[in-house]
C-alpha cells in the first residue's frame, strides 16, 4: 500500500508560483504511476498531470500544459508540482494520486493524498 502526503497549498495572486510536494511511502513508489488532480468547489475531481515510473513522457491537461511542470524523485518517494502564472480557475483541493498505468481517469487511481487547498485570487 502507498499513503501519499502533500503539501504546499495555499493563497496566492494570479500570476504567482505555487510548488506542490507529495511524499510517498517508500513501498511500490518507484513502480506507481503517480498524478495530481484537483477538484474545485461544485465540480468533479479532474486530472491535471500524470508521470511514469521513470519520471519521462508527462502527460498533461490542455488546462495547465505550458504553465505547470511535473516532476519525481524516486530516491526521495516524492512528485513535485510547479505551477506557475496561476489562474483563478486553478484554483480547488489539489490531490497526488498513484496507480497502475498512466491516465486521466481517477478511478483507475488506487491510492490517494488528503489533498492540499490552492486559492488563487484574482
Do not use: H
Not at 30 to 52: D, H, L, N
Request: some cysteine.
Amino acid at each position: 500500500q502507498v499513503q501519499l502526503v502533500e503539501s504546499g497549498g495555499g493563497l496566492v495572486q494570479a500570476g504567482d508560483s505555487l510548488r506542490l510536494s507529495c511524499s510517498a511511502s517508500r513501498r511500490s513508489f518507484s513502480t506507481s504511476i503517480m498524478g495530481w488532480f484537483r477538484q474545485a468547489p461544485g465540480k468533479e475531481r479532474e486530472f491535471v498531470v500524470g508521470i511514469t515510473r521513470n519520471g519521462g513522457n508527462p502527460y498533461y491537461a490542455e488546462s495547465v500544459k505550458g504553465r505547470f511542470t511535473i516532476s519525481r524523485d524516486n530516491a526521495r518517494d516524492t512528485v513535485a508540482l510547479q505551477m506557475n502564472s496561476l489562474k483563478s480557475e486553478d484554483t480547488g483541493v489539489y490531490y497526488c494520486a498513484a496507480g497502475p498505468k498512466l491516465t486521466t481517469d481517477s478511478r483507475e487511481y488506487s491510492y490517494w493524498g488528503q489533498g492540499t487547498q490552492v486559492t488563487v485570487s484574482s
